[in-house]
């Protein structure tokens, strides 16, 4: 039953992330945090355990979007390099920062970011282009930052690395697709580094790797990677203006049911 739950998630969070171009954490984690909870998990370890989950699946789910971007020679590969090495220390960081916090409280924390979220995208609020495109150490300093948030929220941050981008005059396209490459790096770093954190802890189910449930890591990786296209396509036939106001609503309820 609960395989099924995994596999219709992974549905959803795909054609959510081909619509949106997000990586679907924002959906993955509350509806893992909902399944966990059911299944009776210790509430300890369960946001946890999404949120590390979570990461694991955006493994698979941003593999074809790289490729395809890459293919449109829409990456700034240079970006990505430097930003990457921020990414990998900002990730491990992320995750013992996650670790430290009591279940309930980053809940509360993952609502918050998701009513950010919401408002962010409902209005369409983007910074305006500054400068060029900074030098290495803003692009490695950015990019601890923002792995560090995305670990700790169980995203690929899409949401904080176009804004960035964007900001700092690069293309809207090549920003979309850089930022896809830079969550390959963030998922495998936050989901290598949840499972270390959390290797040792007594309170986690079976079929765990450390703060990853293969299970649900299966179920959403394999129905993940091909509604992404279903979504990618849907993308090109509807508004794209209502699309994200649709998804803000959405998020803006998933925040305000984790702060209650």
């Known amino acids: 039953m609960e395989f099924a739950l995994y596999l219709l ?32 998990f210790d509430p300890q370890v369960l946001t946890h355990l999404a949120v590390g989950t979570s990461l694991a699946t955006i493994v698979f789910t941003s593999m074809n979007s790289i490729l395809a971007h890459h293919r449109k020679g829409a990456v700034q590969w240079l970006v990505v390099l430097w930003m990457t090495l921020g990414i990998l220390l900002g990730a491990a960081l992320g ?25 962010q995208m409902g209005f369409s609020l983007q910074p305006k282009a500054s400068a060029g495109v900074p030098g290495r150490p803003v692009l490695a300093a950015a990019g601890v ?46 989901a290598l580094s949840f499972a270390v954190v959390g290797w040792q802890d007594p309170r986690l189910p079976e079929w765990s790797v450390g703060y990853v449930y293969l299970p649900a890591l299966a179920g959403v990786a394999i129905t993940s990677m091909f509604f992404a296209r279903v979504g990618a396509n849907l993308a090109h036939r509807l508004s794209a203006s209502m699309l994200r106001r649709l998804f803000a609503l959405l998020l803006l309820g998933v925040g305000i049911n984790f702060l209650i």
Request: glycine letters at 18%; charged letters at 0%; hydrophobic letters at 60%.
């Open 145 to 190: 930052v923002i792995g560090w948030a995305s670990a700790i929220f169980g995203i690929g941050g899409g949401s904080l690395t176009v804004p960035f981008l964007s900001w700092r005059s690069v293309p809207m396209q090549q920003a979309v697709a850089t930022s896809a490459a830079c969550g390959l790096p963030i998922a495998i770093a936050g």
């Open 95 to 119: 995750s013992l920062t996650a670790a430290a916090i009591q279940g309930p409280v980053l809940q509360k924390m993952i609502g918050v970011f998701a009513i950010a979220m919401a408002v």
């Open 9 to 40: 998630l992974g549905g959803f969070a795909g054609v959510l992330a081909g619509l949106f171009g997000v990586g679907g954490g924002l959906i993955i984690v509350p509806v893992l945090v909902f399944s966990f909870t059911t299944q009776g």
